[in-house]
């Protein structure tokens, strides 16, 4: 199970790395997104690493609705993630596993929403990560976020093998369009 999924990692990012390389596109909000935008919600986006999908769009759409703006901040790939608000002017520091994060003394707060990075998603909206467990340990703590999964369409994989600790997504959006729960 582990070698399967080294080996499906190491293949989607080679996908990922020539679909955005070759064709790529914006990641829009869809409406169901939008629905949930406003003053009082905080949605954490990210900065992303290498050919990740880039969730930008939906964070501005997500900031001009009102929301706050966290993003994720982590010291290891063993430490849990922090959510630390995110501001325009605000400067990234280069962390640990190649990770542009924002600085840890500022105000921490926990998202409502999580759009969240991976590398391979399936149609039960069960999603495969870099490996560490960071967003598996932030769904375990905070169950009652929205989860939802940025990426582009090659990543979409058949039937995804799943550890007793994977938590599924709620919908995950492409640029080609949205699933589950970002759909409705
Ligand atoms: N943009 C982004 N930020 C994120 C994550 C993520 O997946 N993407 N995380 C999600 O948990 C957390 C950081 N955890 C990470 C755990 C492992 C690796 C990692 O193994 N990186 C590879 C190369 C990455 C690539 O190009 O895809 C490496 O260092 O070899 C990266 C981040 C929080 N912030
Ligand atoms: N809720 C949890 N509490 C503690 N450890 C966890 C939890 N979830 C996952 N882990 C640990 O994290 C490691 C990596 O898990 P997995 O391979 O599923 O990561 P992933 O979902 O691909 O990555 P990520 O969530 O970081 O993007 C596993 O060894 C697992 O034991």
């Known amino acids: 199970m582990a070698d399967d ?7 989607m990012r080679a996908l990922r790395d020539e679909f955005a390389m070759t064709i790529g596109g914006t990641i829009e909000p869809p409406p169901a997104l939008l629905a949930r935008f406003r003053p009082g919600v905080t949605v954490s986006t990210y900065v992303p690493l290498g050919s990740e999908a880039d969730p930008t769009a939906i964070a501005w759409a997500a900031r001009e609705a009102g929301c706050t703006i966290v993003l994720p901040h982590v010291t290891s790939r063993e430490s849990p993630v922090r959510f630390f608000a995110w501001e325009p002017d605000h400067a990234l520091i280069d962390g640990p596993l190649g990770l542009r994060q924002p600085a ?20 039960a909206l069960n999603r495969l990560g870099q490996g560490a467990g960071h967003y598996d340990r932030v769904f375990e703590r905070l169950p009652d976020a929205w989860r939802i999964g940025i990426a582009w369409s090659v990543q979409r994989v058949e039937g995804l093998a799943t550890d007793p600790w994977d938590v599924p997504l709620h919908g995950v959006v ?6 589950g729960e970002a759909a409705e």
Do not use: M, Q, W, Y
């Not at 840890?104 to 149609?123: H, K, M, N, R």
């Not at 492409?174 to 699933?179: M, N």
């Open 5 to 11: 999924k080294r080996t499906l990692r190491a293949r």
């Open 104 to 123: 840890d003394d500022g105000p921490e707060s926990d998202p409502d929403i999580v759009l969240t990075p991976l590398l391979a998603f399936d149609d």
């Open 174 to 179: 492409t640029e080609a369009g949205a699933i």
